[in-house]
């Protein structure tokens, strides 16, 4: 059985406070300065004016819109999912999407049921809402316990070098987060699916921010994975530079220079919070976690 990780004492309320005041801004996002996008009479989407624009101009069947509503309709939703690729793949071709990668994720229904799939390259200028899987990889030394921290690839198109969790990537059609776990650990971090098949849930994160591809919107199954000591985790699919093992005061600089991609860090201090790091009646604790609630009690809005 693994040991539990204990830490010694939470960050001090200064440390807290900067924490706060430095993400607070990256996830900040007004959406009523957003179109709301439905899908046949569904609330699914957020788009910015750009792509507004854009999807009005190319969709090939019927809207409707008014005071900040855009509604596409199809009485069939593999016609109108079909149509919405169609409408991205064109959009790749004419060069104004980049990042195709051939890779599809499910969009959900507000009732939670799996609407149709999609490139995930067309999910960030429709402002879908993506899932996710993240690991925090932690080890305990003769230093007490640290965290397996991995730094990227500068070849990726996504924040190159900068740092990541462990593993961390999306969930793909028609996977659960369960499968994406032991895909992703394997990987990324060449993780043996006896260090992950036990795994819950450690929690779950909305990354809600706007981008210059469109508007993120993924939420982020957080999972713990305690790594024996002198194992070292080995990339197998070329995204990741290297592995560090760092301390709670390390990560806590690297985030405040900057280091850590945006995703990652709401992962990592979503442990700090549940491993006692952070006092929960400060504004980041409590932001964090209302960001485990959930957007609303809709899957996707």
């Keep these: 059985m693994s040991a539990t ?35 046949n009479g ?17 969709w090939p069947h019927t809207q409707q819109g008014g005071d900040g509503v855009l509604d596409l309709r199809h009485p069939d939703w593999l016609t109108l999912a079909d149509s919405l690729q169609d409408t991205a793949r064109h959009w790749h071709k004419s060069g104004l999407l980049g990042g195709w990668r051939d890779e599809w994720f499910d969009v959900y229904g ?55 969790n462990i593993v961390g990537g999306g969930i793909a059609r028609g996977e659960d987060p369960a499968e994406a776990l032991l895909r992703e650990g394997f990987e990324e971090a060449g993780l043996p699916a006896n260090l ?9 994160q909305h990354s809600l921010r706007a981008v210059s591809r469109g508007l993120h919107r993924e939420r982020l199954y957080v999972f713990d994975a305690v790594l024996p ?25 690297a985030i405040l220079e900057g280091r850590f991609m945006n995703d990652a860090l709401l992962v990592t201090l979503d442990a700090f919070g549940r491993y006692g790091l952070l006092n929960p009646e400060l504004p980041l604790a409590r932001w964090l976690q209302q960001g485990r609630r959930g957007f609303d009690s809709a899957e996707n809005v």
């Design 110 to 164: 507000s009732d939670g049921a799996v609407r149709f799939a999609l490139e995930r390259a067309a999910f960030r200028p429709l402002g879908l809402t993506s899932r996710a899987v993240h690991i925090n990889g932690l080890v305990q030394t003769h230093e007490g316990w640290r965290f397996w921290i991995a730094r990227r690839s500068p070849f990726k198109a996504v924040d190159p070098d900068k740092l990541d």
């Design 229 to 253: 000591p002198g194992y070292t985790p080995e990339n197998q699919d070329g995204e990741v530079a290297a592995f560090h093992i760092m301390s709670v005061d390390e990560i806590t600089a």
């Design 42 to 58: 569904e609330h699914l989407v957020f788009l910015n004016e750009r792509w507004r624009v854009q999807l009005q101009q190319d």
């Design 5 to 39: 990780p204990v830490f010694p004492a939470p960050l001090s309320a200064a440390t807290q406070d900067a924490l706060w005041h430095y993400i607070r801004p990256l996830f900040s996002v007004d959406l009523s300065a957003w179109t709301a996008l439905h899908l």
């Design 196 to 204: 992950l098949s036990g795994l819950n849930v450690a929690g779950v």
